[in-house]
């Protein structure tokens, strides 16, 4: 894919469930100048200031939710990696087009959607493409003003508005953790509005200029009057909602604050133990009318009590004189799957007896006890081996669906979940494979192209060795040369100093013959003259030829000691510059020998990693094959877990339609 936005452009995302605050964050962006789109949902009742949120990333979001049988208030259950599909990936270029047309191709922008919380996958693999930088907001408030507000504006049940402000944080969270992010409590922006927005853009590197003029703006998008709703939390039950406590305690601890390894912990063991309690949340809160029928003797006495979606404990009052034979239970009028944990009667004189189930008019009755209704009429029927007067009967049960959604819808979104999640895992092993073998070839052609380099380091090195030979075998030559002149020179020595000698010895004669030439007569003044002429010409002859002689033997005692003087300055370049190619030679190999084995140790890790993956995938899949066959046989293991609302996922596939004709209507 073309990756065409400029290099270094951030995109900030305003995550966080609905109602958390997110429309005034980036309503206070939106004031500082930042890029929101241009199409913007206007304010209403609800965001009187404003939702601050782009038309066309809200409706591809619907929209991509839609894909995936999912809707805002409704993304409990989205397959593992559900963002790998292939109608999934077929929506990116229209989330490229709706980001180029809506946001440009230069500047940083702001997008703000709760439902990014949930698509974040599928938003990071579209930015990696552009060259776009992601920086998060998580936005959080306390869930149980979260809950009131959203059952004002959505009537949506306490229950579920928990779940899914559980559901929005740990889903923002968990796929956050790779990114530069913050997390910031609302309350924090309304106490201090210019502070809590420059610690922000201290931690995510914003660089943000806080004119004295935007003030007063900023503060208008955080009134503490437009915060519509307080927590009440005295008739809350903490046992059924200690996660949710527990998460919201973790928030407050990092609020505008770097995550510790500490607290990343404890939210990842929140994260699996909540998936694992309400993946089977079908968020349905009913109350029905339950029905029991005493016969004594020939009498049969009704009694009314009420159940809801989830676990019950009922306890009709009997008080019977007379002995009970059998009793029959109708928990509903209606189809349902119920889960059954005990029966229990209280007799007259206090004792505590426990009944199994005689028979029932269910379809199914797996061994865990859960009885699947294809009737409008349900009826389980208790007969006792000997009367006894009875004073209470005790039902302690859990209702897991309801009408459409019991087990024979379960049988297709199971076989849906199945195929999607083998296409999933060929798409996973291709992707692998294809991985693999990039891996192989990389290493492959970097080992090569390393051996190439060493082979031509060593070739360097052995050309380097032999000019160092023959730089030595010279420098011998020329100091055998030197040596040879050395005796030259001192051979001359030698011969000046016998010239000195002679010369000295003619001196003397000279003086000699002078003294002698005065005792001579005036016959021999004239020869006496022509004998000093010839002496003096003699000695200069003597002392020309001795002069050239030193000044030839002079020059070429200077030209060789310049010759040698220059030879000793190659060779100690030469040395030094063999020193230096070695030194570099020796840095190259310790660097290939360190690629090689980083290399080694990669791909080592790289394929020990995937066959993991390749192993984990392999036992899912043997896995999910097990149990579509065991569910296609018994339906045994729908519902080994003991939550409270398990229908959820029994009901997945006919809710969509079930949507749609209800807005045919």
């Not at 889960?339 to 007896?353: M, P």
């Amino acid at each position: 894919m073309q990756k065409s936005f400029n290099k270094h452009r951030t995109c900030i995302l305003i995550l966080g469930m609905h109602r958390s605050g997110t429309s005034a964050v980036a309503g206070c962006f939106s004031a500082l100048g930042y890029n929101m789109g241009n199409q913007l949902f206007p304010p209403d009742k609800p965001n009187e200031k404003g939702y601050f949120e782009n038309v066309l990333i809200n409706q591809f979001n619907d929209s991509l939710l839609s894909t995936l049988y999912a809707r805002w208030h409704d993304t409990l259950f989205l397959p593992q990696n559900w963002y790998l599909n292939e109608q999934v990936q077929k929506r990116k270029p229209e989330l490229i087009s709706i980001l180029k047309s809506e946001f440009g191709e230069k500047e940083d922008f702001v997008i703000k959607d709760p439902r990014i919380s949930v698509l974040l996958p599928f938003y990071e693999e579209v930015f990696n493409d552009l060259n776009i930088i992601p920086k998060v907001i998580i936005n959080f408030r306390n869930p149980f003003e979260v809950s009131k507000s959203l059952k004002k504006r959505d009537n949506l049940s306490s229950s579920k508005s928990l779940l899914l402000w559980m559901d929005a944080t740990l889903k923002a969270e968990e796929h956050s953790r790779t990114m530069s992010r913050v997390f910031l409590e609302y309350g924090s922006l309304l106490k201090d509005v210019i502070n809590t927005l420059k610690t922000i853009s201290d931690i995510l590197r914003l660089d943000i200029k806080f004119d004295n003029d935007k003030k007063p703006v900023l503060n208008s998008f955080v009134e503490k009057k437009l915060k519509h709703h307080t927590p009440d939390n005295k008739n809350v039950d903490t046992n059924n909602i200690n996660l949710v406590i527990q998460l919201f305690k973790i928030l407050q601890r990092i609020d505008l604050k770097p995550i510790t390894a500490k607290n990343e912990s404890d939210i990842i063991d929140i994260n699996k133990l909540f998936y694992s309690a309400f993946r089977f949340y079908n968020g349905i809160d009913d109350e029905n009318d339950v029905v029991l029928k005493v016969v004594t003797g020939n009498t049969v006495t009704s009694l009314t009590e009420h159940d809801t979606t989830g676990k019950n404990k009922i306890d009709f009052l009997v008080n019977s004189i007379n002995s009970v034979s059998e009793f029959i239970l109708y928990p509903a009028s209606r189809r349902m799957v119920l889960q059954f944990y005990d029966v229990t009667l209280t007799t007259r004189t206090g004792q505590i007896i426990k009944v199994n189930i005689t028979s029932s008019n269910a379809e199914k009755i797996l061994n865990n006890r859960t009885l699947l209704f294809g009737t409008d009429f349900p009826w389980i029927k208790f007969v006792l081996h000997k009367e006894v007067a009875i004073s209470k009967i005790s039902f302690y049960y859990q209702i897991l669906a309801y009408d459409n959604y019991i087990y024979r819808a379960s049988i297709d979104y199971i076989e849906e979940t199945i195929s999607y999640n083998n296409e999933l895992l060929k798409v996973l092993r291709q992707k692998n494979d294809i991985n693999v073998e990039k891996i192989k070839q990389k290493w492959n052609n970097e080992t090569a192209a390393l051996k190439t380099q060493l082979k031509k380091a060593k070739s360097e090195a052995t050309s380097l060795n032999e000019q160092l030979d023959q730089s030595f075998s010279e420098t011998t030559i020329l100091k055998n040369e030197i040596v040879k002149l050395k005796t030259q020179i001192a051979e001359l020595d030698k011969q000046n100093a016998v010239i000195q000698v002679k010369n000295s010895y003619l001196e003397d004669e000279s003086h000699k013959l002078v003294s002698e030439n005065k005792q001579l007569t005036g016959q021999n003044i004239k020869l006496l003259s022509t004998f000093n002429k010839s002496l003096d010409e003699l000695k200069s002859t003597h002392a020309k030829q001795l002069d050239e002689l030193k000044n030839t033997y002079a020059k070429q005692l200077d030209e060789l000691k310049s010759t040698y003087a220059t030879l000793i300055d190659e060779k100690d370049k030469l040395i030094l510059n063999y020193k230096n190619n070695l030194s570099a030679l020796d840095q190259k190999n310790n660097l290939a020998d360190k690629k090689i084995k980083l290399m080694n140790i990669e791909l080592a890790e790289t394929k020990r990693k995937y066959e993991v993956i390749i192993e984990n995938l392999n036992s899912k899949y043997s896995k999910l094959s097990k149990e579509m066959n065991l569910l296609k046989n018994t339906i045994e293991e729908l519902t080994t877990s003991n939550s409270w609302k398990i229908g959820r996922a029994l009901t997945w596939p006919v809710r969509k339609p079930k949507e749609k004709l209800r807005d045919r209507e």
